[in-house]
């Protein structure tokens, strides 16, 4: 009985957020929402676009589709917007894995880092122009201080795990190095676009610059339907703050920090409420469309016999213990 009552709360919760949030989204001009939309699939697709270039170049002989590499792409976001932990990644890596003969789990682990490498420069630039502008909201987007303050309280801590780190590194050495080897040989495949720089620069930077383009359109577009005031400097402070709720995301899709960090970095120049509201409207609604583009490019991209497949753990499973060529 007290189960069912549980049970009973938690749909009824569910479904007041639902509600909630397409109440939010019906006060929203169409003509946004569809500007929105189709920006953020743009994103997509751009970024689809690099991922298929960066695998072209690491396995030429596999013949990567576009729509295979958005399929994949995209189905990742589609998870990691409704789990924690950045499990689509680790799904998105089984998809590719699978989809590729004769790729590795390290060859395509490491073209996630070349992909993530124009991002990853952008959100630096961001992290330090924040501290600058807005040094309270870093500190209250991350758990340094958290950290930082555990170690102080236990000063020991530190020089205990560095020498047990060395003395298992020298221990295990001799059986580690083979297999070091092997994995840098495979990694390096998965960065192979980077031996020609003007091919990064063109296949892969280019598209990624003009997906992130995507993506601060959809922030102002939000923007101007709530009323936040748009200008380069609070249109800035919008990115560095999603920016910073994804690093450290610890709730699906960092749902809760991205509107704490919304409201910490604009409450000077919009009241709370629209913030809020412009926040929790932007992050549903594009959650909402991350799932939604995303099974529907994985159906066209693998059918949903191969989707349910893939998806699955004994899936992604043997995607990874499949031996490479």
Known sequence: MIGALVIAGVLGDIWGWVAGVFGRIGDLSIYWLLLALALKTAESVFIAVGWRNILHAAYPQAGLSFKTAWGASQGGTAINAVTPAQAGTAAMIGIFRTSIPGSSVAGVTSAVVVQSLFFTAASVLMVIGVAIFRPRTVSKGSPSDET???????????????????????????????????????????????????????????????????????????????????????????????????????????????????????????????????????????????VLLGLTVMLWAFGFGQVKDLLSKKGRHRAQEQPSV
């Open 148 to 290: 930082g303050g555990f170690f102080a309280s236990h000063p020991i801590l530190v020089p205990i795990a560095i020498v047990a780190a060395v003395a298992v590194l020298y221990f295990l050495w001799p059986r580690l190095k083979p297999r070091l080897i092997s994995t840098w040989h495979k990694a390096k495949e998965g960065a192979a676009i980077f031996r020609n720089r003007r091919r990064y620069a063109m296949q892969v930077a280019l598209p990624s610059a003009a997906s992130y383009g995507c993506r601060i359109g959809v922030n102002v577009v939000f923007m101007a339907a709530f009323g936040i005031p748009i200008s380069v400097f609070t249109v800035f402070l919008v990115a560095s703050s999603h920016m910073l709720s994804g690093i450290f995301a610890i709730t699906p899709g960092g749902v809760g920090q991205t509107q704490a960090l919304d409201v910490a970095t604009l409450r000077a120049y919009a009241p709370s409420g629209d913030i809020a509201a412009f926040s929790i409207t932007q992050d549903s609604i594009l959650t909402i469309w991350n």
